[in-house]
Nanobody, 119 residues
Framework: QVQLVESGGGLVQAGGSLRPSCAVSGRTFLTTYMGWFRQAPGKERDFVAA????????YYGDSVKGRFTISRDNARNTVYLQMNSLKSEDTAVYYC????????????WGQGTQVTVSS
């Protein structure tokens, strides 16, 4: 089992930046992909980005391409989501997850971190 703890959310004005992080612990050798998802009030949870834990290949949802960057530091067992040019529609709870595939079948989830973008 893998444990995930997010941090680094907050309140930012539109056009600003944030970089939430996700600390990974436990049986990290079982991790194939690390992903970020988000859920806004009254909406379904959406895929944001994913990264292959070993190879570093990255994948993005259409709404964040060119603005968000996912990265990982294997030595620190941490995954980051650099969010630039934030928009009000990026407001959501952001969740870190670990699993065997890019956009589905995630097994372990963090508790989430709130990101609020004011217009």
């Amino acid at each position: 089992q893998v444990q995930l703890v997010e941090s680094g959310g907050g309140l930012v004005q539109a056009g600003g930046s944030l970089r939430p992080s996700c600390a990974v612990s436990g049986r990290t050798f079982l991790t194939t992909y690390m992903g970020w998802f988000r859920q806004a009030p009254g909406k379904e949870r959406d895929f944001v980005a994913a990264i292959h834990w070993i190879g570093g290949m990255t994948y993005y949802g259409d709404s964040v391409k060119g603005r968000f960057t996912i990265s990982r530091d294997n030595a620190r067992n941490t995954v980051y989501l650099q969010m630039n040019s934030l928009k009000s529609e990026d407001t959501a709870v952001y969740y870190c997850a670990a699993g065997p595939r890019v956009q589905e079948s995630y097994i372990s989830w963090g508790q989430g971190t709130q990101v609020t973008v004011s217009s």
